[in-house]
T-cell receptor
Framework: GAVVSQHPSRVICKSGTSVKIECRSL??????MFWYRQFPKQSLMLMAT?????????EQGVEKDKFLINHASLTLSTLTVTSAHPEDSSFYIC???????????FGPGTRLTVT | QKEVEQNSGPLSVPEGAIASLNCTYS??????FFWYRQYSGKSPELIMS????GDKEDGRFTAQLNKASQYVSLLIRDSQPSDSATYLC???????FGKGTRLHILP
């Protein structure tokens, strides 16, 4: 299957700082990538759809100025959590697929802890 | 809002038995379905895709799709403790996941 990577896998930061998470499709191009957040024992929550060359589409309740998404190329999308707070501590996962509207492949996730 | 419904479980199945996971959906437009497995603390991984009515087998896994009934299932034969995970089903045009079904294989 297709491979999606994420970096870093784990990050600890202090409250008020910003953290950037990268999502890369390694063996296919993706015009669209998705960002999810998952709290312990909860379901995946879609945060936003990242569109190459255009603005991301955010789900209701997700602050676009806090969660900055940049999809600068067909293989890379970044999520920046700005002015992170402890309540932003979560498991952030991206997904992408070689065919839009078909199977998605998930990155391994990034565990963010804000102290 | 398109909806996918799964029994959240936990579904407990003895080792070696068949685990049956079910999913119903409300949108008749959905053409294909995917099953994902998520281990605790890990991201989901794709385990099965099914695009047409009927059964599709891959090793110990069989996916069944019935578009008329808007129903899709996943059977796991010879269940192993390593199959213990949360299973998510998703139609091809839906990128919002439900909670999935937690499966626990009893050794």
């Amino acid at each position: 299957g297709a491979v999606v990577s994420q970096h870093p896998s784990r990050v600890i930061c202090k409250s008020g700082t910003s953290v950037k998470i990268e999502c890369r499709s390694l063996d296919f191009q993706a015009t669209t990538m998705f960002w999810y957040r998952q709290f312990p024992k909860q379901s995946l929550m879609l945060m936003a759809t990242s569109n190459e060359g255009s603005k991301a589409t955010y789900e209701q309740g997700v602050e676009k100025d806090k969660f900055l998404i940049n999809h600068a190329s067909l293989t890379l999308s970044t999520l920046t959590v700005t002015s992170a707070h402890p309540e932003d501590s979560s498991f952030y996962i991206c997904s992408a697929g070689p065919r839009q509207g078909y199977e998605q492949y998930f990155g391994p996730g990034t565990r963010l802890t804000v102290t | 809002q398109k909806e996918v419904e799964q029994n959240s479980g936990p579904l407990s199945v003895p080792e070696g038995a068949i685990a049956s996971l079910n999913c119903t959906y409300s949108d008749r437009v959905s053409q294909s379905f995917f099953w994902y497995r998520q281990y605790s603390g890990k991201s989901p991984e794709l385990i099965m895709s099914i695009y047409s009515n009927g059964d599709k087998e891959d090793g110990r896994f069989t996916a069944q799709l019935n578009k008329a009934s808007q129903y899709v299932s996943l059977l796991i034969r010879d269940s192993q403790p390593s199959d213990s995970a949360t299973y998510l089903c998703a139609p091809n045009d839906k990128i919002i996941f439900g909670k999935g079904t937690r499966l626990h294989i009893l050794p």
